[in-house]
């Protein structure tokens, strides 16, 4: 029997899940279970703990039919519960290191308490910290074993499920649970301590609670935050000393205006103000003040009865936050503000449901995803006209006859304005409003080795200089986020934190790689000028965030040279960096070709024998050829600590190394003379790396988002098993010498 049950609920949290459950696992103190809840969660919760239980059999998972809510789901897993003490966690937090060990300690020197109150810290997708406010009195209660009655102070200690341990049998004596009511914590968390013979409490910080920006019950702003009203009514009627209510009256004040400031709608707020008000002036104690001037100013402000003058009471501050905005809004130009009347008029035409606008790369043109999922539509859903947005240098590159407007022109606020659907694989340029009735489909442009979104903010190389607020502003403008593996879907949910929906599509752009056969291999390296018989080795260096400068991480001429007949090197540069003179100097004297302005980089994989790259997304595609991957990774410690990374490249680990190691030139060189980049070992690699990598690329990435989203076929076109994907030919397995047809490329 172990010594903590640490019981975790989990629904539509998967950008959260797998470091909260890593964080219990992870503890210093290993006597401990944890029951993992999958409340029917529509994401890929129940994929998350049933990939952790294989790992680690303290893992016992727990599958609900349908969704009940948090209470149900904590019920459920109290129920399978084994461990001497149950300790409740949430899905998006966080056990800080060290807990397990300290719990067992202080338990132990108390004679193991019935209920222990612990200490937590709130901290938001800034990475702001906020102290809980129990401190005090966690640290005041120092070793005593006491009653509520002894210390009625221990009930205003923030009422959740996940500040306390319970002895488990001292649980299922008692008959607790948290059944479906919402705000139910309220009701359990005071049971708990009044019925309670021995507390205990423990003034350290225990739990890092997450407090997300949407996606959860709390943050989704509707009528059922009534239900706190209700909570507090029957806890209070519960209550049988005045010591113990008046304990409660400031616990209940923080809430309530927590609640109607933040989580209700205008339909809502009326009735929630009225009835908070009457429960404030009615167990109101003599003489109790508030601590904060903001929480006494609400209170007052509710204590009035009547919504009017409540709104009247608050409207000081409602005042000085419009002109705020006010000020901020006359820093636009002159010209930017002209654009932004006309658009805010286009915004007032009816939505064009066949209008669908597309942008790549910061409007560089047609390309990426987006371009893919453009050329799926015309071909199932031909009544959908697709416009693309570029910019004035890049559209004379357009391919001929595609329908385009220019950043910041009048049609370009006029499609914006009226499109049903916007897709990109970045941001759109200028202040766009995403319309109710409109869908914006976010498809990336990789999966994430190097850090992303808000986890940026902790890297200055990096970060220095983002707009966190506005990064924020666009992913809640998101209604789609494509993703290609699972990895990238959990990173993704918790770096642009918002309520889109997580679409396990596969990347468009990689269905090229299932669909081209022999003869557009074969075109690809003519079009190149690749002799019959070479080895093409496409080499892809990413962007140094930290180098101003494109800087070859490579002796390029070197290790042409070390190489020596039978090879040639593509070099790709990244867009970043635009032309390089190196690279020009090199391919005129021979020793490379340089195809950094080649319009198609799917194109390039086809007629490549072999990808060498460092750190470039472009890996993960790659994958999925099923051709072999060489990592030279020089300066891996340098961009580890600018960037920061998710995984380790280097660990040799299976899923993390996609194949061959090399550090310099001549190893490098080594790998490719010697077989080494196509042996076992890097096999064994790959197909491991391709199967988390390449989980939903199967070539029908493009129609699942078109049917999806612009069609509304309900579900997704059903993946085809790794086993039976058929990639595109490696050059070196076709024999046939005879020309191909000239089949355009996408």
Request: contains cysteine; hydrophobic residues 40%; proline residues 7%.
């Amino acid at each position: 029997m172990p010594r903590f049950s640490v019981v975790v609920p989990a629904h539509r949290a998967q950008g959260f899940l797998r470091p909260c459950l890593e964080s219990v696992l992870d503890q210093s103190f290993g006597d401990v279970e944890v029951i993992a809840v999958d409340d029917a969660s529509p994401d890929a919760c129940g994929a998350i703990i049933a990939d952790l239980a294989a790992a680690d059999p303290r893992v016992v998972p727990v599958r609900l039919d349908r969704t009940g809510g948090t209470g149900p789901a904590r019920d459920a897993g109290a129920a399978r519960a084994s461990g001497d003490y149950l300790v409740f966690l949430d899905a998006d937090d966080l056990m800080a290191p060290g807990t397990l060990a300290a719990l067992d300690t202080r338990l132990g020197r108390t004679g193991d308490p019935d209920v222990l109150l612990y200490d937590h810290e709130r901290f938001t997708v800034w990475e702001n910290v906020q102290e809980s406010g129990d401190g005090d009195f966690l640290a005041a209660a120092g070793e005593r074993v006491f009653t509520a009655a002894d210390l009625p102070d221990c009930l205003a200690c923030y009422p959740a499920a996940w500040n306390r341990a319970v002895r488990r049998d001292f649980w299922t004596s008692r008959a607790f649970s948290f059944g479906a009511a919402p705000y139910a914590d309220i009701a359990v968390a005071t049971r708990v301590l009044t019925a309670a013979p021995r507390i205990a409490c423990l003034d350290r910080v225990c739990v890092r609670w997450r407090k997300r920006r949407s996606g959860s019950v709390t943050t989704t702003r509707g009528a059922h935050h009534l239900a706190v009203l209700d909570r507090y009514t029957e806890v209070l009627a519960g209550l049988s000393g005045d010591a113990e209510r008046a304990a409660l009256y400031g616990q209940m004040a923080a809430v309530l205006m927590a609640v109607g400031e933040d989580r209700l709608t205008p339909q809502a707020a009326p009735d929630f103000v009225r009835r908070a008000g009457r429960l404030l002036t009615d167990h109101r104690p003599p003489g109790w003040t508030a601590p904060e001037p903001k929480e006494a100013r609400w209170v007052r402000a509710a204590g009035t009865g009547s919504y009017g003058r409540y709104r009247a009471a608050l409207g000081v501050r409602a005042l000085a936050t419009q002109v705020a905005k006010r000020l901020r809004s006359r820093k636009n130009g002159l010209a930017r503000a002209a654009y932004q009347r006309y658009y805010r008029l286009r915004l007032r035409r009816p939505l064009d449901p066949g209008l669908v606008v597309y942008a790549a790369y910061w409007n560089r043109g047609v390309s990426c995803n987006p371009a893919a999922i453009y050329r799926k539509a015309a071909e199932i859903a031909p009544h959908l006209r697709g416009v693309w947005v570029v910019n004035k240098r890049d559209r004379d590159a357009l391919p001929p006859g595609t329908e385009h407007v220019v950043v910041n022109s009048r049609r370009y606020w006029d499609v914006l304005a009226r499109a049903g659907h916007l897709v990109n694989n970045a941001n759109f340029t200028g202040n766009v409003v995403k319309r109710p009735g409109q869908t914006y489909v976010q498809t990336h442009h990789g999966t994430p080795l190097k850090h992303m979104g808000m986890d940026l903010r902790a890297r200055p190389a990096v970060g220095k200089g983002m707009s966190f607020g506005r990064l924020l502003d666009h992913a809640d403008q998101w209604d789609y986020s494509l993703v290609s593996n699972q990895h990238s879907a959990e990173v993704f949910d918790r770096v642009y934190p918002s309520g889109y929906r997580t679409l396990p599509s596969g990347y468009p752009r990689n269905d090229v790689f299932y669909a081209a056969g022999p003869d557009d291999v074969r075109r690809a390296r003519r079009s190149l000028g690749l002799a019959p018989g070479t080895t093409a080795i496409l080499y892809a260096p990413t962007h140094r965030d930290y180098q101003r400068e494109f800087v070859l991480p490579l002796d390029l001429e070197r290790l042409a040279r070390e190489l020596g007949p039978g090879y040639t090197l593509l070099v790709r540069a990244h867009y970043f960096y635009g032309q390089s003179p190196q690279l020009e100097e090199l391919h005129a004297a021979g020793a490379i070709v340089d195809v950094s302005g080649h319009a198609c980089v799917e194109e390039l994989c086809l007629a490549s024998d072999a990808l060498v790259t460092d750190f470039s997304s472009l890996m993960f595609d790659y994958a999925n050829l099923d051709r072999p991957i060489v990592v030279h990774a020089a300066d891996w410690a340098a961009y580890r600590a600018a960037r920061g990374v998710y995984f380790d490249l280097l660990s040799g680990r299976p899923g993390e190394t996609p194949g061959a190691v090399a550090h310099d030139e001549v190893s490098l060189a080594g790998v490719f003379r010697g077989g080494a980049w196509r042996g076992e070992a890097a096999g064994a690699l790959r197909a491991a790396f391709r199967e988390r990598f390449c989980g939903y690329d199967d070539g029908l990435a493009a129609e699942r988002v078109v049917r999806r989203v612009f069609l509304g076929e309900e579900g997704l076109v059903p993946y085809r098993p790794l086993a039976d994907r058929h990639p595109a030919p490696s050059p070196a397995s076709l024999t046939d010498p005879s020309p191909a047809p000239a089949v355009p490329m996408p």
